[in-house]
């Protein structure tokens, strides 16, 4: 095989796989690690794919590009619904307390949570808000902090004060990005800043994504997968990453 083809069937092989593993693919083809790194370097050249550690993603993966609010509950909507009532068994008992993550993900949570729940619910996101405002058995608390416009999520440094002196049963947190080399991340330094002091509040973590954010990588990372104690995903989600995950015992929902 000559190399332009090779790097054509790798640069296939990103595409379909959304990932591949430098050792794999070296003995894939029969050639030596050294080979296809120098192939994968004159893809990532050609804006094909980014490398990462071991390997390589699609170029569209590395992003620090965000969707607003409407644009975002237009994607995946089926599965970030599917998500949101499968992640309802992971609520704590009656009394018990939650953090709550700004975004379209843990937005659909709120909606499933029934309306005779008690629960004491803490939330940096207005609608959010709204959502459970007439749920009468819950105690609802919203952060305050400087809005940000695209995401509607309140940030700064009143925010991270009052998450200081937290301490929850679970936090649900929303990521734009999920890998295993990179952990958890976000586009913005504000929000990063919050969902890392909201991990530290809870006692458990459980992360909300729809497998399209399985495998991608954000400017900023948030915590590490290490930190994570469950993740609700969808059935699109790639058995390789669910197997990794569940290898660094992480419990992997499938909604």
Do not use: C, W
């Not at 296939?12 to 120098?38: C, K, N, Q």
């Not at 607003?68 to 994607?75: C, F, G, I």
């Not at 018990?96 to 709120?110: F, K, V």
């Not at 959502?131 to 940030?155: F, I, K, M, S």
Request: proline share 4%; aromatic share 2%; net charge negative.
């Amino acid at each position: 095989m000559y190399a332009e083809e090779r790097q054509q069937a790798l640069a296939s092989m990103v595409l379909r796989d959304r990932r591949i593993v430098v050792s794999d693919a070296a003995e894939h083809f029969g050639v030596t690690t050294e080979t296809v790194r120098r192939d994968l370097a004159t893809l990532e050249r050609l804006n094909l794919v980014r490398r990462v550690h071991g390997g390589a993603v699609p170029a569209d993966v590395l992003t620090t590009v965000e969707l607003d609010v409407p644009q975002r509950r237009r994607a995946a909507e089926a599965e970030k619904a599917r998500i949101g009532k499968a992640a309802l068994d992971l609520l704590p008992g009656p009394e018990g307390s939650i953090l709550l993550d700004a975004g379209t993900t843990t937005a659909q949570l709120a909606a499933a949570i029934p309306a005779d729940s008690r629960l004491t619910v803490i939330t940096n996101d207005g609608a959010v808000v709204e959502r459970l405002n007439e749920h009468r058995g819950l105690e609802l608390y919203q952060l305050g902090g400087r809005v940000r416009p695209t995401t509607r999520a309140a940030v700064g440094p009143r925010t991270l004060t009052v998450l200081s002196d937290l301490r929850v049963d679970v936090a649900f947190l929303g990521t734009n990005g999920l890998s295993l080399e990179h952990g958890l991340s976000t586009p913005d330094p504000d929000e990063a800043a919050v969902k890392t002091a909201m991990i530290a509040a809870a006692r458990r973590v459980v992360v909300l994504a729809d497998s399209s954010k399985l495998g991608r990588e954000s400017l900023i990372r948030f915590g590490r997968l290490d930190q994570v104690d469950v993740v609700v995903t969808d059935a699109g989600a790639p058995p390789d990453v669910v197997a990794a995950l569940e290898a660094r015992d992480i419990d992997v929902v499938v909604a």
